[in-house]
T-cell receptor, first 117, second 111 residues
Framework: AQKITQTQPGMFVQEKEAVTLDCTYD???????LFWYKQPSSGEMIFLIY??????QNATEGRYSLNFQKARKSANLVISASQLGDSAMYFC??????????????FGAGTRLFVKA | SQTIHQWPATLVQPVGSPLSLECTVE??????LYWYRQAAGRGLQLLFY??????ISSEVPQNLSASRPQDRQFILSSKKLLLSDSGFYLC??????????FGSGTRLTVV
């Protein structure tokens, strides 16, 4: 069965420093997608970054980058130059295809990031 | 781009009462629709998904049901709420290749 593991329940980082949030996954599919979402205290879910299993280069979106190591089945999120507004819950997620068409996504337990001034 | 409207934002319901949460989508047609539940401080658990009108797949057997009466409408229901149904309910859609678009969520407290 597919599984997403985030082993860091909480992380602290100093403002303006970089931080890495860990994510490992388990799947038998050859084609899959990996995502990171941010959830502020308001509860909304914000899409951050996507990495396809066949993408050869690591995905980047502004201050976010995804360190994709396929052989190790890891997809760590790196946030550069942390800002106070980055304090939130972060979820790693993986997409799997459906026989009925489309796909569904499973989520990890999340990592709560605290950015210190 | 697509937008999801989800209501109500908060809801307090007594045990044994019925539930109906509605989600509507704008800006896309024939989306895949999903209901997730998030317990306090936890990750998201997929409850139901739908790839078309009247097509509902359940991921977790429980006290809830879902329906999709129209292409861009997704409803989560219960005949009798349990305390364990409390949580944050999120509707999501995927018309495209990448990540979900989420609604703003409904925080349900069963008392």
């Amino acid at each position: 069965a597919q599984k997403i593991t985030q082993t860091q329940p909480g992380m602290f980082v100093q403002e303006k420093e970089a931080v890495t949030l860990d994510c490992t996954y388990d799947t038998s599919d050859q084609s899959y997608g990996l995502f990171w979402y941010k959830q502020p205290s308001s509860g909304e879910m914000i899409f951050l970054i996507y990495q396809g299993s066949y993408d050869e280069q690591n995905a980047t979106e502004g201050r976010y980058s995804l360190n994709f190591q396929k052989a190790r089945k890891s997809a760590n999120l790196v946030i550069s130059a942390s800002q106070l507004g980055d304090s939130a819950m972060y979820f790693c997620a993986m997409r799997e295809g459906l026989n009925t068409g489309g796909f569904k996504t499973i989520f990890g337990a999340g990592t709560r990031l605290f950015v210190k001034a | 781009s697509q937008t999801i409207h989800q209501w109500p934002a908060t809801l307090v319901q007594p045990v044994g009462s019925p539930l109906s949460l509605e989600c509507t989508v704008e800006g896309t047609s024939n989306p895949n629709l999903y209901w997730y539940r998030q317990a306090a401080g936890r990750g998201l658990q997929l409850l139901f998904y739908s790839v078309g009108i009247g097509q509902i797949s359940s991921e977790v057997p429980q006290n809830l049901s879902a329906s999709r009466p129209q292409d861009r409408q997704f409803i989560l229901s219960s005949k009798k709420l349990l305390l364990s149904d409390s949580g944050f309910y999120l509707c999501a859609c995927t018309p495209g290749r990448y990540g979900y678009t989420f609604g703003s969520g409904t925080r349900l407290t069963v008392v």
